[in-house]
């Protein structure tokens, strides 16, 4: 065995060992892109609080994440056949007539409120735009 070999098999046994159960990669980030599904469970929208730190400094830093579709610039009729399923989020603020749209997965960051209370809605959708799930967080800007 040369040298690489014997590092990389230490290796593997030190993780192994360290944490014998340790969550599996499909558990954490969900089934491979590279196989089409048959049957996806339903997607769905998780909505994390407004991170505390920058809201206090009147910033609005928001975390979300989705679970059986993929947040990605897809859009058309054509899309609604992709397996995995992928798709976008709308986000209003406010109740405003129109929207923005968020196609990276990222931290969705808003400055510029004013002191008060505010409320912004998340909303999943499929590449052609039909909402599939929804939430809305509220939060205050401090003086």
Known sequence: MDAVSDINARAAVNCATANPRAATAREVRGPS????????????LIVDPPLAKSLAEGRVFIQYRTENLRVLPVFGAGALEVSPR?????????????????????????VGLAPGAHRILFELADPTHRVID???VRFTIPE
Request: charged share 20%; proline share 8%; glycine share 4%.
């Open 33 to 44: 892109p590279l196989l089409a599904l048959n049957d996806e469970a339903p997607a769905r």
């Open 86 to 110: 992928v798709g976008h989020v709308h986000i209003t603020v406010d109740d405003m007539p129109w929207h923005f749209i968020d196609a990276s997965g990222e931290t969705v960051v808003v």
């Open 134 to 136: 929804s939430q809305t």
